[in-house]
Nanobody, 129 residues
Framework: QVQLVESGGDSVQAGGSLRLSCAAS????????MGWFRQAPGEKREGVVC????????YYADSVKGRFTISQDNATNTLYLQMNSLKADDTAMYYC??????????????????????WGQGTQVTVSS
């Protein structure tokens, strides 16, 4: 099992930037994919960005392409999400997740099989227009 702790959420104006962090601990050696997922009130959860941690394969949702960038620091087991040009539609609770399953990051981001991942507690991002 992997323990995940997110941080960096805040309230910002549209057009602003934030960087989210996700510190991973525990059985990280078994992890194949990690990702950032978000859920706004009344909305379905969306896989925003996912990464194959063993090779760097990436998937970005169309809604964030060109604005969000995922990165990982293997030395500290930390996953980052740099969010630029934020929009009101980006307002949501952002969750970090890790899994030892799935064949590619796109499939992982699209999955609703929550029980196959370890999840953080979430960090709130609020963008005002």
């Amino acid at each position: 099992q992997v323990q995940l702790v997110e941080s960096g959420g805040d309230s910002v104006q549209a057009g602003g930037s934030l960087r989210l962090s996700c510190a991973a601990s525990g059985d990280t050696s078994s992890t194949r994919h990690m990702g950032w997922f978000r859920q706004a009130p009344g909305e379905k959860r969306e896989g925003v960005v996912c990464i194959f941690t063993r090779g760097g394969g990436l998937y970005y949702a169309d809604s964030v392409k060109g604005r969000f960038t995922i990165s990982q620091d293997n030395a500290t087991n930390t996953l980052y999400l740099q969010m630029n040009s934020l929009k009101a539609d980006d307002t949501a609770m952002y969750y970090c997740a890790a899994t030892k399953w799935f064949n590619d990051p796109r499939t992982y981001c699209a999955s609703d099989r929550d029980h196959l991942s370890d999840w953080g507690q979430g960090t709130q991002v609020t963008v005002s227009s």
